[in-house]
């Protein structure tokens, strides 16, 4: 889908510096072209480029569309690393239209019920899931549920596994992102043996870590395929 960006509508480009340098190369062609039209037939030499231009710019629109060239996607695949009790899954992270992050995909493994979910600070698995830090908290907020006002970037919420062991995810959110200062890819996804408790809970890490519990499966968030 579009990620609706000024630069790519009008300059048919991503960079709005190059479509910086290209304006002003426009601007020059336009003078030399007056010059050199000295009054004959001015309006539609002068105006012949633009014209060219905006078939251009419509056609790498179309093509960038088409392509889905404009659409951040990141993978994770998740698995029980030193803990060994066959918990696995894959998880995509994607861009939205309205630039939200739409993640998706199934852990299984796992017991039936609900288990904390999160975005974890390091994408380091030197020590199993154990090494991925603390949840991605940029902004210094507590730890929080998926809906709250303030919360941890990494504040998933719960996943919920049904009776076979599998937990089908599919959230939206507008904290998470792909690109920019506050991306999350080389961070990690990190399931937990029991629920989060979304901050609501009394216990000493209700604020910290929603009372999850032990990490049970993780995994680093890379570039996927598109
Ligand atoms: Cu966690
Ligand atoms: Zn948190």
């Known amino acids: 889908m579009l ?5 790519v509508v009008f300059f048919g480009l991503q960079k709005p510096k190059i479509s910086l340098i290209i304006i002003f190369a426009m601007i020059g062609l336009t003078g030399y072209l007056l010059w050199i039209s000295s009054g004959k037939r001015l309006a539609f030499w002068t105006l012949l480029p633009y014209f060219l231009w905006i078939l251009f710019a419509m056609y790498l629109n179309f093509y960038i569309v088409a392509n889905n060239m404009n659409t951040m996607k990141a993978v994770c695949v ?8 066959g918990v696995s899954g894959i998880v995509y992270l994607e861009e939205t239209a309205d630039k939200k992050t739409r993640i998706y995909g199934s852990i299984r493994g796992l017991r039936p019920g609900l288990h904390g979910f999160h975005i974890h600070e390091a994408g380091d698995m030197t020590k199993g899931c154990d090494s991925a830090c603390s949840h991605y908290n940029p902004y210094g907020h507590n730890h929080g549920g998926l809906t709250a006002k303030k919360r941890h970037v990494g504040d998933l919420g719960n996943v919920e596994a049904g009776k076979n062991g599998v937990a089908a995810i599919d959230i939206v959110d507008r904290f998470v992102k792909l690109r920019g200062k506050y991306s999350v890819i080389g961070r990690s996804l990190v399931v937990h043996e029991d629920e989060d408790d979304l901050g ?27």
Not at 3 to 7: Q, R, V
Not at 78 to 85: A, G, P, V
Not at 206 to 212: I, M, R
């Open 3 to 7: 990620n609706f960006s000024w630069s």
């Open 78 to 85: 998740l698995d029980s690393q030193t803990m060994k009790k």
């Open 200 to 226: 609501n809970g009394n216990h000493d890490d209700s604020l910290t870590t929603g009372h999850s519990g032990k990490r049970l499966a993780c995994g680093v968030i890379g570039y996927a395929k598109i």
